[in-house]
Nanobody, 123 residues
Framework: QVQLAESGGGLVQAGDSLRLSCAGT????????MAWFRQAPGKEREFVGV????????SYADSVKGRLTISRDNSENTVYLEMNSLKPEDTAVYYC????????????????WGQGTQVTVSS
């Protein structure tokens, strides 16, 4: 049974940094692209970024480029989302997602999802 578990969310102030983690079990983690999405209340789930299976390639939404960084440690079956210079508009539930063959921006294409972790940025 595949499980993705996010952690690291919380309440921070604008300008602060936060690092989210997503640990995967029950899958050949190193073979999967890992993505981060977020969803604010009343809004559609939004692509944040994705990292390929090896960690050698990443892609980000324009809204987060330069502030958010995705990395992974395949020996720990974990993917990270480093968030810097946080803004109130970054407030959302953050989800990690995994897919063996897809690494794009469409959340409907990802096979596996975590339960999400709340990030709240106060102004």
């Amino acid at each position: 049974q595949v499980q993705l578990a996010e952690s690291g969310g919380g309440l921070v102030q604008a300008g602060d940094s936060l690092r989210l983690s997503c640990a995967g079990t029950g899958l050949a983690f190193s073979r999967y692209s890992m993505a981060w999405f977020r969803q604010a209340p009343g809004k559609e789930r939004e692509f944040v970024g994705v990292i390929n299976w090896s960690g050698g390639a990443t892609s980000y939404a324009d809204s987060v480029k330069g502030r958010l960084t995705i990395s992974r440690d395949n020996s720990e079956n974990t993917v990270y989302l480093e968030m810097n210079s946080l803004k109130p508009e970054d407030t959302a539930v953050y989800y990690c997602a995994a897919d063996r063959f897809y690494s794009g921006m469409d959340y409907r294409e990802y096979d596996y999802w975590g339960q999400g972790t709340q990030v709240t940025v106060s102004s």
